[in-house]
């Protein structure tokens, strides 16, 4: 699957993915959630779609990165 080159261009978010997996919160899918739902949507509500499996697995590692995100933020202190 993955190594089929079918160019796939999410018409919510306008990125190339796989439509199973969360969209990405790019300005256009950010503007297309906000019209439908007056508020702007957040990685739950991009993942929303995606079978239950999916989004437990990808929230979880969105949770990962920004741990590791905020660890590598810390470190920046020290500079003199
Ligand atoms: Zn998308």
């Known amino acids: 699957m993955l190594c089929a080159k079918t160019t796939f261009i999410c018409p919510e978010c306008g990125e ?14 950010r503007g297309g959630f906000y019209k439908k ?9 991009a993942a929303a779609h995606c079978h239950p499996d999916v989004r437990k697995e990808f929230l979880r590692i969105l949770k990962e990165v920004k741990k590791e995100y905020r660890q590598k933020k810390e470190p920046a202190k020290s500079r003199p």
């Open 37 to 45: 739902n007056g508020r702007g949507p957040n990685w739950e509500d």
């Open 16 to 29: 190339p993915h796989i439509p199973e997996l969360p969209h990405n919160l790019t300005p256009m899918y």
